[in-house]
């Protein structure tokens, strides 16, 4: 089945020290996401990719990166993680950059910061 | 910025009863989404209605756009234990992007 998974389900990491979350897709769209998503709450757009075209936030930390090497793969880098990017942090796609293209979502990472 | 907000923001019902869920917005808009999220799951998409249409069906699930009140219904009929999750409303900002609400925690007893 098509569908986009995420790697690692859980991740823990120390306070200051690098994590990269990876996300694939067998969907073939043109659109990825990455959101943050705290308890109880919405989810927030970190970016996106158009194919290869990078769209940063405005209110994205700079402390958060992320790469698409391909049309499958997806990395979000946290370069310095603090105790307030503890996170699930959910990876999605869209067939293309329009209003009414539904996302589907990965299962997600929940990120824990020790 | 939050552009649709979720009421009740909690909602616990009965198996077999119907649960109705709310969402509001604030700008003008192309699309309405709802998505559903289990626990520890990512968002699953239900359905879209476009701000030409008034009302939508899909299975036990119905969804009413008013746009001159900017609101939305998630109607879930004869619900079922297996409908426990979080209903997320979401709206796109007049452009591309879509924006997520904090969602209605629904918990349907057995």
């Known amino acids: 089945d098509a569908m986009v998974i995420q790697n690692p389900r859980y991740q823990v990491t120390q306070f200051g020290k690098p994590v990269t979350l990876s996300c694939s897709q067998t969907l073939n769209h043109n659109v990825m996401y990455w959101y943050q998503q705290k308890s109880s709450q919405a989810p927030k757009l970190l970016f996106h990719?158009?194919?290869?075209?990078?769209?940063n936030e405005a209110d994205t930390p700079d402390n958060f990166q992320s790469r698409r090497p391909n049309t499958s793969f997806c990395f979000l880098d946290i370069r310095s993680p603090g105790l307030g990017d503890a996170a699930m942090y959910l990876c999605a796609t869209s067939r293309d950059w329009q209003y009414d293209q539904p996302q589907h979502f990965g299962d997600g990472t929940r990120l824990s910061i020790l | 910025s939050q552009q649709g907000e979720e009421d009740p923001q909690a909602l616990s019902i009965q198996e077999g009863e119907n649960a109705t869920m709310n969402c509001s917005y604030k700008?003008?808009?192309?699309?309405l989404q709802w998505y559903r999220q289990n626990s520890g799951r990512g968002l699953v998409h239900l359905i879209l209605i476009r701000s030409n249409e008034r009302e939508k069906h899909s299975g036990r699930l119905r969804v009413t756009l008013d746009t001159s009140k900017k609101s939305s219904s998630l109607l879930i009929t004869a619900s079922r234990a297996a409908d426990t999750a979080s209903y997320f409303c979401a709206t796109d900002d007049g452009g591309f992007k879509t924006i997520f609400g904090a969602g209605t925690r629904l918990f349907v007893k057995a």
């Open positions: 700008t003008s808009i192309n699309n």
């Open positions: 990719y158009y194919d290869k075209d990078f769209n």
